[in-house]
């Protein structure tokens, strides 16, 4: 008996997954084709297709499916509204492939990094530019003072941090850029 109580808990469970994967599909599919970047001629006819889809949702026949006529459902939505808006697609693959090379080229860059310096870089914290030139300035004052000192190999160092520091920067005006530059 507790078996197969526990057989219509998942079962249940896996109904109601696919429904939401139905469901969360309609409305992500009918906010991208009310925002700027869905392309083609066949707009309307996804429209259309999402419209009913989404019709069927709320409807007695969803209540009565089972999780095979709901992921079949939404199999044949999906193949719909690809084939009515094929630009889009094609945009979004290429936006992940062109993601993915720029993840694969920084981590190949950061291995290298590593390989070379033999040590890894654990700020990649985004700073605001005061804070960060605040430690690009304090590395490079600590450089100074110990190669004046005679402590060449730490000064080095130090002076390698803040050009690290430097590197970090993200959204500077050009006078900011001309400031990390002079440094």
């Known amino acids: 008996r507790e078996n197969e109580l526990q057989k219509v808990d998942e ?3 896996a109904r109601g997954e696919a429904f939401n994967a139905l469901e969360a599909y309609v409305l992500e599919m009918k906010g991208v084709l009310s925002g700027g970047r869905a392309h083609g001629n066949k707009l309307e006819a996804a429209r259309s297709l999402l419209d009913s889809a989404e019709d069927w949702c709320y409807s ?4 009565a499916a089972n999780t095979e006529q709901l992921t079949a459902k939404l199999a044949e939505l999906r193949s719909g509204v690809e084939e009515a808006c094929p630009d889009y697609f094609d945009a ?3 936006d992940r492939e062109r993601l993915e090379a720029t993840l694969k080229a920084e981590a190949e860059a950061e291995a290298a990094r590593v390989k070379l310096e033999g040590k890894d870089d654990h700020d ?3 700073l605001k530019y005061p804070e960060r030139m605040k ?3 304090l590395n490079k004052d600590e450089g100074v003072g110990l190669f004046k000192d005679g402590n060449m190999e730490v000064a080095i160092s130090r002076w390698d941090k803040a050009l690290d520091h430097c590197e970090k920067f993200v959204d500077v005006s050009p006078e900011q850029q001309a400031e990390i530059s002079s440094v």
């Open 60 to 63: 007695d026949d969803s209540e």
């Open 135 to 137: 430690k690009v300035m």
């Open 124 to 126: 990649q914290r985004r």
């Open 92 to 94: 979004v693959r290429e």
């Open 11 to 13: 079962d249940a469970a």
